[in-house]
């Protein structure tokens, strides 16, 4: 039984930095990916980075490409998900996640889901002036 939590939301201006982390196990090489997906109001939950374990190969969505960097510590047992020049349409519940099956991210964000993940309890983040 995969056990992720995260931390590191809050409230931010735009244009502002945050860095999420997330403890937990299953974050050392193995051919299941591990990422940062976020959740909306009213809205479906949406891939935002996905890193395959193997050799550490980061993949992002459009939307953060360039502003968002996801890591890894693997002797921590931590993953991160470093966020600079955040928008008000990054507001969302984030959540981390490790994939139940053997698979890559070098799809588009939505195929990440058919990896079947176990998931966080989330953490939010606000991005409001």
């Known amino acids: 039984q995969v056990q992720l939590v995260e931390s590191g939301g809050g409230l931010v201006q735009p244009g502002g930095s945050l860095t999420l982390s997330c403890v937990g196990s299953g974050f050392t090489s193995d051919y299941h990916a591990i990422g940062w997906f976020r959740q909306a109001p009213g809205e479906e939950r949406e891939g935002v980075s996905c890193m395959h374990t193997t050799d550490g190969t980061p993949y992002y969505s459009d939307s953060v490409k360039g502003r968002f960097t996801i890591s890894r510590d693997e002797a921590k047992g931590t993953l991160y998900l470093q966020m600079n020049s955040l928008r008000t349409e990054d507001t969302a519940v984030y959540y981390c996640?490790?994939?139940?099956?053997?698979?890559?991210?070098?799809?588009?964000?939505?195929?990440?889901?058919?990896?079947?993940?176990?998931w966080g309890r989330g953490t939010q983040v606000t991005v409001s002036s």
């Open positions: 996640g490790k994939a139940g099956v053997a698979g890559t991210c070098d799809g588009p964000p939505p195929s990440w889901l058919a990896l079947l993940w176990s």
